[in-house]
């Protein structure tokens, strides 16, 4: 679904490379976190894949168009600004050239698939943290989206609502078939929920499953056993 190979990125346009020869493949299905240090490029290389940005050099290739992208929740955002759920996303779906007819049935939809079609008369500005963040995630899956790239989607949200929020994710995902792609801070969130972790260290890309991220970062911290 995502192709990247051979990708350099500065953003001078030259050397010294924030991204240093990236080359990986994210399959159709797969729920993939992007994670590593403050710094490290998580986000830069999330708007290269959206098209944001373009690389210094090498490709990317996304072989869909039907992209839904979730931007991290601002709290101070749109609060002078009392639109409704519903309002929110009939707007969104209207701006997308999505036919009068459908958008009633489409925003019940995905309302219903994210759990807020009860709250579809509420302000937006009203909701908590983690009902935004399953509004904003109910936009990106307007218009039948099958690729979702979202940006540390938990943050601003407490505890439980996070567990919520992964739990619909995984749903979208292993049941949906919808592939996701996320930023992430919340390291256990994403080895509890991702198929493949892209571990973004020293430019590099490093690719592995959750299981053998973990196995890693236990050798890491052990002492060596053949010294003394
Ligand atoms: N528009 C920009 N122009 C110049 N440098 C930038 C720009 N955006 C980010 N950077 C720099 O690129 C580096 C990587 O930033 P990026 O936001 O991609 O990292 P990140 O891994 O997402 O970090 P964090 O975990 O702190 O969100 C940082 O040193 C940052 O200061």
């Known amino acids: 679904m995502i192709s990247i190979s051979h990708l350099y990125f500065s953003y001078t346009g ?19 976190s992007i994670i590593g240090m403050n710094g490290a490029g998580k986000t830069t290389l999330m708007r290269l894949i959206l098209g944001f940005l373009s690389p210094s050099s090498g490709g990317i290739m996304v072989s869909t168009k039907a992209i839904g992208y979730v931007p991290q929740t601002d709290p101070t955002s749109m609060a002078g600004f009392p639109i409704t759920v519903e309002e929110l996303l009939f707007s969104f779906a209207s701006a997308k050239g999505m036919p009068r007819s459908g958008r009633e049935e489409a925003v019940e939809n995905v309302l219903d698939a994210v759990g807020m079609a009860g709250m579809k008369r509420s302000l937006f500005p009203s909701l908590s943290g983690g009902e935004r963040q399953r509004v904003l995630l109910a936009r990106a899956l307007l218009g039948e989206n099958r690729l979702l790239i979202l940006d540390e989607p938990s943050t601003g949200v407490d505890l439980k609502s996070q567990r919520e929020l992964y739990a619909l994710l995984k749903v979208l995902n ?20 991702s198929t493949e972790l892209i571990h973004l260290k020293d430019g590099r890309a490093h690719i592995c499953s959750p299981a053998a991220y973990q196995e890693e970062e236990k050798k890491e911290l052990e002492p060596d056993r053949n010294e003394g």
Do not use: C, M, W
């Open 14 to 32: 030259g050397a010294p490379y924030l991204l240093k020869d990236l080359s990986f493949d994210i399959e159709e299905g797969s729920y993939v």
């Open 174 to 193: 292993r049941q949906r078939g919808i592939t996701i792609v996320a930023v992430e801070h919340n390291l256990a969130e994403a080895i509890a929920s």
